[in-house]
């Protein structure tokens, strides 16, 4: 019995297939009230997901973004958070990608791409979005963007839903524009 105690420890626990996949260049630029929130992600996307890609299927790549007070020697509030989401969809046909980028639930870009590459560029690359409103946080307060990306979903022992998500990623320290 304790072998299969943990047995299903370790495979719960064990990390993630896609350990080397992470978030790299996270900045934000305040502008207008804005942060307007940049990133790249780095390492492999998975053999499941380019399957699902190639199949026409719609594919989603899930940013978690999350805006935080910076505390120093304490652990940082959560202000805010945000879901930016990319769903890139293969036409067989016309041989061409519809990528559609949404925050909250938003359309904020639809764009049509002929070539892998592009598509790559664009599921990988974020650039200067405007994430959070800051005109409603005290002035001069330090904060910071946290960010995560999910790549998907996976089972363990075929019954455990378990997401394929990256490490959590900071931003520079950035301060509340005074109005």
């Known amino acids: 019995m304790r072998a299969v105690f943990a047995f299903l420890i370790l495979a719960v626990l064990?990390?993630?297939?896609?350990?080397?996949?992470?978030?790299?260049?996270?900045?934000?630029?305040?502008?207008g009230g804005q942060a307007l929130v940049s990133l790249a992600l780095e390492g492999p996307l998975g053999r499941r997901f380019e399957e699902r890609l190639e199949?026409?299927?719609?594919?989603?790549?899930?940013?978690?973004?999350?805006?935080?007070?910076?505390?120093?020697?304490?652990?940082?509030?959560?202000?805010?958070?945000?879901?930016?989401?990319?769903?890139?969809?293969?036409?067989?046909?016309?041989?061409?990608?519809?990528?559609?980028?949404?925050?909250?639930?938003?359309?904020?870009?639809?764009?049509?791409?002929?070539?892998?590459p592009s598509l790559e560029a664009a599921l990988r690359q974020i650039d200067k979005i405007p994430v959070f409103d800051l005109s409603r946080f005290e002035p001069g307060r330090r904060m910071l963007v946290k960010a995560q990306a999910e790549l998907g979903s996976r089972t363990v022992l075929s019954f455990i839903p378990v997401s394929i998500e990256t490490g959590w990623e900071e931003s520079n320290k950035f301060r509340a524009p005074s109005p």
């Open 14 to 31: 064990a990390p993630p297939a896609f350990a080397d996949t992470k978030i790299t260049s996270l900045h934000v630029r305040v502008e």
């Open 55 to 116: 199949s026409g299927l719609p594919t989603r790549l899930i940013y978690h973004l999350e805006l935080h007070r910076d505390r120093k020697r304490w652990w940082d509030q959560r202000l805010d958070g945000s879901l930016l989401e990319i769903t890139a969809m293969y036409d067989a046909l016309s041989r061409v990608y519809t990528v559609h980028i949404r925050l909250d639930d938003k359309l904020i870009e639809s764009r049509t791409l002929r070539d892998r």
